[in-house]
C-alpha cells in the first residue's frame, strides 16, 4: 500500500491540542484506504449480511448520475459516479460462502467487480445480465425497491419495469425487496473503519474549537454567520468536505430572545456575537466516505469573568445526564421505538425535560439503521423505528435537555450530539463528548472532552 501506511497511521495518532492540525491524507492516500475498505468490506462483511437475510443474488444498478445510494458506497474511489448503466451483482452460491461478484457494464467496476458483459458479442445489457442469472439459478433476487429507508429505494421506476420485462418468468416470483441487506450494509462499521472513526471525530471536534474561538469571534463585530462560513471555508481548506449547511446559534438572558422554543424546521436568524451569549454549532464532515454530526455549546465570557458561569454548565450535566439515559438503553435486538420509549420513561421518571432525535450514522450523516425518535416526533415512528439495534453500528446520539435558569429567569435548551459505536455490548463515543462548555476567550487547549 506504499507510502500511504506511514502517512495513515501518523494521521490515527495525532493529538487532539488545539494547536495542532490532526492530520489529513492526501487525495491518492484516501482512495487507497476507501478502496482497501471496499475490499474487506465485500469479502468480510457481505457473506455474512447476505446469509443473515437469505437473499443470494443482489443487484444494484444506477444509470449516472442518477446514483444509488446503496451503489455509491460500490464504487471505487476513482468513480465519481457509475457509468452509463452500471449493473453490480452479488451472489451466494451457499450460505456463508464467498460471494460472487459480477460487473455487467462496459467496463470492470474497481477491483472487486470484473466486467461479465462483452457488448462486441451481445449488444444488449439486459440480455446479459439475463445469462448470468440463469447460468446462477438464485432462490431469491435482491432488488432496491424498499417502504421505509430512501436508502434502500434507489431502484428507478424504468429499470425495475425493464428488468421484470426482461426476466424470465419462472424467477418473477423470486424477486424480493433488498431492503433489510442494504440497511445491514450500510449501517454496519468493519474493524478498519472503526478504528478511523475516532480520528474522524477528532478531526471535526477540532474545527468546531477553533470556530468556537476568539481565533474565530471578536464578540460585538463577529456574527453567526461569519462563523458558518468559517467552518465552510476551513472544511474546503483541509481538502475534506460536509454533508450540510453548518447552523450557529444564540441563547442569551435577554427576554426577547426566544433560541429555546425556536423549531428546528427555522434556521436561526444572522445575529451579533455577544459577550454573555451561548453559542451552539450544528457542524459536519465527510472524510474517507464516513460522515460526523456534532453539537456542542460554547459561553462569550463577560468582562471579570474568568470561566463559564456555574448555572450554565450545570444546565449542560442535564444534557450529559439525558445522553447517559439513552445510551444504557442500547441493547441489542431492541427497536429504535423500544429504546426510545424506555429513555423517554427513564427521563420523565427524573424530572428531565427533553427530546430525543437520535439516528445511524456512517456513510451517510442521517444513514440507515433504527431511527430513535425525531425532532417533530416523540412517539413510535413506523418503520424505520421498528427497525432493531445490531452490534458493530454507529450513531450520533443527539437529544436536547431543557432546562430552566434562574439567573436568567428563562429555559435554556441544551442541545448535544455527538457521535459514537455500539459494540453489541455498550455505547462508546468516538473521540468523548463535550462535558464542559467551551469558554471564549479561553486560557488553555482544553476541549472539554
Known sequence: MRLFTLFFFAALLAGSAFSQQPAVLSQREQAEVIDSWLEDRIENLLPSLMTETGIDMWIVMSREYNEDPVIRTLLPATWHAARRRTILVMYQPSPNAKVETFAIARYDVGKSFKRAWDPESQPDQWKALMDVIASKNPKKIGLNFAQDYGHADGLTHFDHEEFMLNLSEEYRSKVVSAQTLAVRWLETRIPAEMAVYKHIQELAHYIIAEGLSDRVITPGVTT???VV???REKIAEM???TWFHPTVDIQRPDPASEEASRSFAVRPDEQVIMPGDLLHIDFGITYLRLNTDTQELAYVLKAGELEV????????AVGNRLQDILTSNYVAGKTGNEILR???SQMESEGIRGSIYTHPLGFYGHSAGPTIGMWDNQGDT????DFPLHANTGYAIELNAVVFVKEWNK????MLE?????????VTYYNGRQKSILAIPRASNYLGY
Do not use: H
Open 224 to 226: 453567526t454567520e461569519d
Open 342 to 344: 424506555a429513555s423517554r
Open 411 to 414: 429555559d435554556v435548551r441544551v
Open 239 to 241: 481538502k475534506l468536505d
Open 418 to 426: 455527538e457521535g459514537a459505536f455500539f459494540d453489541g455490548n455498550k
Open 229 to 231: 462560513w468559517f467552518y
Open 382 to 385: 413506523p418503520g424505520a423505528g
Open 309 to 316: 458561569p456555574a448555572y450554565l454548565q450545570n444546565a449542560l
